[in-house]
């Protein structure tokens, strides 16, 4: 396994497109969480996933925000009508919920430059 | 409302021993993590503690006090590769369910 992958890398986008990102977790976590950081900050927390099922939302995640897992698998975190505010470096982890110290694994991110 | 303490930055010189310290003030609690991130790069895990007391693995060290809302990162023989932002997080949310609510960070300058 080569860990969390986050595609695309970069991401470059005019003010009022929409943009989507994806994340492919370590096959066998059942946890997927999405993750925003700006510069000189921690990760802030957006939304967690058990399987296919979306069980928390952040209060801050506007509903321009909205994130899939399909079939349990990968992830889409897609921002409509996007705005400069929403530059960021959007951050996936996920973790098994038999993990006793619930590690979680981080992907390299999706650093998003709205112009 | 949730917050977490950390210091902004931390010098020290290689082969030294830093200490990192966090306090937390969330609405839930099932341990404290440590996290380590380097310019560009993805945060990664270092220590997890549910309980009180010291948990060491390798040069890392973490303790927690639960009662006093207090954790801090030790870092023994200091080396240059240990420049990087560290990350305290409270695992929180109802039913452990492993969402992390994370410090500012702490940058780390090891110097020659």
């Known amino acids: 396994d080569t860990g969390v992958s986050q595609n695309p890398r970069h991401k470059i986008t005019k003010r009022g497109q929409n943009v989507t990102f994806r994340c492919d977790p370590i096959?066998?976590?059942?946890?997927l969480y999405w993750y925003r950081q700006t510069l000189g900050q921690g990760p802030e927390f957006l939304t967690y996933?058990?399987?296919?099922?979306?069980?928390?939302k952040s209060r801050l995640l506007s509903d321009r925000f909205s994130a899939e897992r399909p079939k349990g698998s990968f992830s889409t975190l897609e921002i409509q009508r996007t705005e400069q505010g929403d530059s960021a470096m959007y951050l996936c982890?996920?973790?098994?919920?038999?993990?006793?110290?619930?590690?979680?694994?981080f992907g390299q991110g999706t650093r998003l430059t709205v112009v | 409302g949730q917050s977490l303490e950390q210091p902004s930055e931390v010098t020290a010189v290689e082969g030294a021993i830093v200490q990192i310290n966090c306090t937390y003030q969330?609405?839930?609690?099932?341990?404290l993590s440590w996290y380590q991130q380097h310019d560009g790069g993805a945060p990664t895990f270092l220590s997890y503690n549910a309980l009180d007391g010291l948990e060491e693995t390798g040069r890392f060290s973490s303790f927690l006090s639960r009662s006093d809302s207090y954790g801090y990162l030790l870092l023994q023989e200091l080396q240059m590769k240990d420049s990087a932002s560290y990350f305290c997080a409270v695992n929180d949310g109802a039913g452990n369910t492993g969402k992390l609510i994370f410090g500012q960070g702490t940058t780390l300058q090891v110097k020659p």
């Open positions: 096959s066998e976590h059942n946890r």
């Open positions: 982890a996920s973790s098994s919920s038999g993990q006793p110290n619930t590690e979680a694994f």
């Open positions: 996933f058990q399987n296919e099922a979306q069980l928390e």
């Open positions: 969330t609405s839930g609690f099932y341990g």
